[in-house]
Structures are given as C-alpha cells and as structure tokens.
C-alpha cells in the first residue's frame, strides 16, 4: 500500500479523498492554486504545495506544474478527483512515465471512453444499447443543421470531450442548432481545449440513469447498482438518489451487465461510471463513460455500504476485488443536494463572495464512507463540502458549496431527512441554491418519484421566485413568528434602569402579516397569545389553537419549534416589527403587529422598486466576453447584447424588448459585478 498520496484537485473532493487516506494510514499532499492558499483541503493535507495562479488552466490543469508537485513531495500515487486532469490521458501517461501509479483507469481506456465519438463505437460492438445519431465530428454550424434534419428535431449537441454540462445544447430547430453549435463548440474550446463536436437524437420525457462500476487488474468487474440523476439544470444534476424509484430488478440487472461489458471491452480497472438515458418503457441508451469519481457517488456509498475511494486507491495498488457481484446490496435510499453559489431568484446565474455564515447540519456521529448504512441507526445525514465558514467562493472554479446527503430504510424517509437537515443548513454571504432544493423535496412529483430531465424546466418555466407554501403551513409559521415575537416583547420591556410602577406591558393580541416582494402585503391573520412557563397558546381568529413550544431566544438564527405537534426547524433573521423567516424553500417576512399598528400599516404606501427597464444591467459577478452592438444601434426583442462568462459558463444577455442603444457603459475583458449597467437605452 502506498504511504503517501498527492491530490490533484481542490474543493470537496479533496477533502473527501483526504478524509479516506487519513482513515487507511496514508499521508496526503495537496496542491493549490494562489485562489486557494487557505482553503479547506489545504489545511487539511499532511503537506501542501503551490501550483500556480488563480486559472485552472495555469494550475490545476497544468501538466507539467501538477508533475514538479508530485516530484517535490515524494507522492508514491496520484488521486485526481473529478474535473481536471481526472480524465486526461496525457496525465496519466506523464504519471506512468516517472513510475508513479494514477489511482484512476488505465490511460488507453480514459482516451477511448474520454471521446465520446469513439466511446459510442466501442459500446455498439460490446452489445450497449446505444442513442441513434451522428457519430462522426461535425465541422461547422451548417453540417449540424443538416445532420439535424436527417436525424430529425430535438437533438443534442454535444462536445466530443464535454462533462459537466459543458458544451451540451437541446436543438428543436435550425435556429437552435446554429446558435447552440457555435456556443457548445465555444465552451468546449475554453474548457476542455478540444471544440470538436457529434449529434445525437433527444430522447423525449427522458430519465439520466448511471451505473456504478469497479473493476481490478485482475479481470475482476462488478456494478454497485444505479444512481437516478434526473433533476438537472442547463444539463447539470442538481439532486441524484440511490436506487432509482423507477427501474425493477430486471432492467437493473440489464443496464448493470451492459456497463460490466463496455468496462471489459476497454480493459478498465478502478471506478466508473456508465451513464444512460431512460425512457418511459423502460428501455435505456448508453450515453457516455465517466472514467474517474462521480460528483454523486456519496449516494451509491449510503446503500451499499463501499467506500469508493478506498476500493480506487486499493485498486491502483495492485490489489484485487474483495467482493464479487453476489456480495453487492442495496440497504436503504439514499438522496444527495448539491449546494450550489447561484441565486435561483436571478435565474441561477453564478454568485461569488465571502462565506460570512455557514453552518451545516450535524453529521451523524460514528458514520463514515465504508461503513454499512445498517450501522447508523435510523436515518443519516453525511455533508462533503470544501469550505468553511469566512471562506470565499472564487469565480475562477465550479460553483459547488457542498454537497448534502441523507440516508434512511426507505424513499420517504430519505427525503424527509433531507427536508429536516435543509431547514437546518445556515449559509449567508451568496446566493445559494437551499431554498430550491428544498422545494424540490416538497414537490408532490420529486415526492412521487415522476421525475424526468425536463423536471426544473417544467415545473419552473418562468424561473424560482420561492416555494409557495399552502394556508396550514402558513398558519404555523404566522403562530411561531407570534410566539417568537411575544419572547422578544418581554425581553425588550425588562431592560434595566426603568422606574418602579412604569413596566411596559406586553399585550396578547398579534397580526401577522406575511409580505411579498417589495413589501406588499399578503397573509394576514390575527391572533391572541396566551404564555406560560412552558411556551405559548397561539388561538387563531376563527378558533384554531397551536400550542406553541420552542427552544428560540432573542438573537438566534434558527429556531426549533413544536407547532400544534408539527416539528419545524426555522431559519430567523429579526427584522422591524418581525422576522425573516425561512423554510421549506419559503423566503417570508413576517411582520407581527398590534391590532391598532397593523390598522396603521395598513394605509400606508408600498414603494416601488426602482426602474430599470431601459438598462442593461450584468445579473451575476463575471467577466465580460464580447458586446454584440455598439452605441446608436437598433435592437430587437430577444436579440443578443452580450455574453458574460461566469464559473467557466458563457451567458447570453439578450433585450427584453425593442430599443435604440444609447450608451456603452464597459468593454469586453472588463470583470463586471452584480447589476452593474452595461448598456443604457433610449
């Protein structure tokens, strides 16, 4: 076994990797670009080494520069996570090269699955069900158009070394096709140094369904069964879950022998993933080899009880399997979030900036990767993240904050852990994607399992403006902010120095009023409170009583409370006249008034946001790539104006109507900040 790794990334997976080494005696050493010089993975690495600057491409992805790191720590194996130089041949062959074992596939495999033209070519002869489509490099937004045609509307067009959602766009017609080819090839061009691009028919209503697989050096190969990764944005998985909910034994055990098969075919060892696509009949179309660790294998590891990295480790050491496909089970659901710096309100667009609170959930204690799932009671809750509370979340990489786990016995229980541990999640200082993930583990369809990859963009087509939460729960959240506010009333009338006989009194009639954006009112009820020393009896107007009891004092930022037998774990900020409250992806204010000041408040005017219909403003932090008009132009509604480059995703701002550009505010290569005007109109 070795006795000293190097990891050749950053972030969560570096920690995790780290967090299996430790547990196997083994030392680490981690490298960093000068963007992440405090970071968590760096602190805690045995050692750490600087590669370079902020770009990746001059420093997590620099051969040459990754090579000195592991020349100068003495590192007898390299991990490289996923991302990077995960799934580059050429680096693994420069590892070979200097004797130095790649805890990752052979480099023969990497290039032939890492080319997805190739990739679909040996998948056909190894008997893979595989997408009808274009297989050869397309050369130009013409020949796509055409290809298009002869396939037949909607097809996807992707780049031959895409991953991650890059370089991916769905085509319904010519227009789509021009625009998507010449954008896909772009992002592949800036991301993976390879523009090359195939066709493949869309499949409609489709399901992204992945099979995990291991396999030694010694002809051994196995699947660890499937991941459902269907919930996505612009081709980027947002929540994955082990098993599916929609496959039976008998197409597991299909799509598990397929992905053995295509594993064989190229010699592979280490961990892999086959990925497919789903339709409603349950038959399945290979997509693409991932060759290295998936973002979501957390989730494969809750139900089976593997810990992943310690079999790619043990692998790339020359050891065999210790199980055989008999020895795999599936105990339990598991479901994973990722944590993403992007603000749903504005569309998911890229948030940057400093971590000025971040507080997880409690991760189930005595629970690790590698341990049976059986062992840890009831439920789990597993959280790998890469930051920590002050730190920053650059522009420069992917915008992952962490990525959120639970495991329980069954579906329900796995989502109502999630639910629980996403109310609990406290981050400020970004946007962040928490109030849409835990919408979506409220939805009725995610609840039921009907899920496809049109999911978000079916049930959000006009974007996330916050979950809408019916009259029942808008009653307990109105009695706990009531309840809350009477605690904050009495602390505030008991201040020292005041003169005997002339305490002010606390009332116990409330209005709580929830607003909408911008201050206008909503919700309104009305209410008496009745306190005790054990917490407080909330009657609603019309005789609905909640007993009320809860943990919460004035100043803090979440609060636990017992609603009329309802658990609820709230997120508090206080406010004039009330509270922030947040929950189950709800984002309220809740102003608690007396009668005779709600009476007030009411005659008084809401005010209007200010107008800036005639300004282009940039919606997220990042750099501008190009103006496509100059001062004086015409413009028309859904034209192009600019594209904005943000966590190596290109944005195309487009006018929302008809207008003449009157000013240029910036140029391209300027770094732009959130609502900084680009453009003004007449």
């Avoid at 989502?415 to 962040?432: K, N």
């Avoid at 959240?477 to 009495?490: C, D, G, K, Y």
Wanted: charged fraction near 25%.
């Amino acid at each position: 076994m070795f006795d000293k790794i190097l990891i050749a990334n950053r972030g969560e997976i570096a920690c995790r990797i780290i967090k299996t080494a430790r547990r196997m005696g083994i030392r680490t050493a981690a490298v960093h670009s000068d963007a992440d010089a405090n970071a968590l993975h760096v602190r805690m690495a045995d050692e750490a080494v600087r590669i370079g600057p902020p770009p990746a491409a001059e420093s997590y992805i620099d051969i040459e520069r990754v090579m000195g790191a592991v020349r100068e720590t003495g590192a007898q194996a390299v991990h490289p996570g996923y991302g990077f130089l995960s799934e580059n041949p050429l680096f693994a062959a420069a590892l070979a090269a200097e004797g130095i074992a790649f805890i990752g596939p052979p480099e023969g495999a990497i290039e032939k699955m890492g080319d997805k033209i190739t990739s679909k070519k040996i998948a056909a002869e190894a008997g893979v069900n595989t997408v009808p489509g274009h297989v050869g490099p397309v050369e130009d937004a013409d020949q796509a158009v055409r290809i298009a045609r002869e396939i037949g509307y909607p097809v996807m067009l992707k780049a031959s070394a895409g991953g991650g959602g890059k370089g991916m766009r769905i085509a319904w017609d010519d227009d789509d096709c021009r625009e998507g080819f010449q954008a896909s090839r772009n992002e592949a061009k800036a991301s993976f140094g390879d523009d090359r691009m195939f066709i493949e028919k869309f499949v409609t209503r489709p399901r992204h369904i992945e099979i995990q697989v291991l396999a030694d050096r010694h002809g051994n190969a196995i699947y660890l069964g499937e991941r459902e990764c269907s919930i996505q944005r612009r081709n980027q998985k947002v929540v994955e879950e082990a098993p599916s909910p929609f496959l039976d034994e008998a197409t597991r055990r299909a799509m598990g022998e397929q992905a053995v098969a295509l594993a064989r075919a190229v010699d592979y060892s280490s961990a892999g993933t086959v990925e497919f696509i789903v339709d409603g009949d349950r038959d399945f179309y290979f997509l693409e080899m991932n060759t290295r660790l998936q973002v979501e294998h957390p989730v494969t590891e809750l139900v089976t009880g593997v810990d992943l990295v310690e079999q790619m480790i043990r692998i790339a050491a020359g050891e065999p399997l210790a199980m055989t496909q008999d020895d795999v089970a599936l105990k339990g659901w598991a479901i994973e979030s990722r944590l993403y710096a992007e603000d749903p309100y504005r569309g998911f667009l890229p948030s940057t900036g400093r971590l000025t609170r971040y507080r997880p959930p409690a991760e189930t204690e005595g629970y690790a990767p590698g341990t049976a799932p059986g062992q840890a009671g009831d439920a789990v809750i597993r959280n790998d993240a890469g930051v920590f509370e002050g730190g920053e979340i650059s522009r420069f990489y992917d915008p992952m904050i962490a990525k959120l786990c639970t495991w329980a016995p069954d579906r329900a229980g796995a989502v109502r852990a999630m639910r629980g541990a996403l109310d609990g999640f406290e981050v400020e200082g970004i946007g962040h994607n928490l109030p849409f993930l835990s919408a979506v583990m409220g939805h009725p369809r995610f609840a039921s399992g009907d899920v496809t990859t049109a999911f978000i963009e079916e049930e959000y087509p006009d974007g996330f403006g916050g979950a809408v939460l019916p009259e029942g729960d808008l009653r307990l959240l109105a009695a706990s902010a009531a309840a809350m506010h009477r605690v904050a009333e009495v602390r505030r009338a008991r201040i020292s120095g005041r003169l005997d006989h002339h305490e002010r009194q606390v009332g116990d009639e409330w209005v709580v009023a929830f607003e909408g954006p911008g201050g206008a009112p909503r919700e309104r009820f009305e209410m008496k409170v009745e306190a005790d020393r054990d917490g407080a009896s909330v009657r609603m107007a019309g005789g609905t009583t909640f007993r009320v009891a809860s943990d919460w004092r004035p100043g803090a930022r979440l609060a636990r409370l017992d609603v009329g037998g309802e658990r609820l774990l709230v997120k508090v900020d206080a406010i004039t006249q009330g509270f922030r409250l947040r929950w189950r992806g709800a984002d309220l204010r809740a102003r608690v008034r007396t009668p005779r000041q709600a009476e007030l408040a009411a005659l008084m005017p809401v005010k209007a946001p200010p107008d800036t219909s005639k300004l282009l403003l940039c919606p997220m932090p990042g750099l501008l790539v190009s103006l496509a008009v100059a001062e004086g132009d015409e413009v028309e509604e859904g034209q192009a104006l600019a594209t904005v480059e943000a966590m190596k995703m290109e944005n195309v701002l487009r006018a929302e109507r008809k207008g003449r550009v009157a000013e240029v505010n910036v140029a391209p290569g300027e770094s732009l900040q959130v609502d900084q005007v680009i453009l003004g109109f007449a």
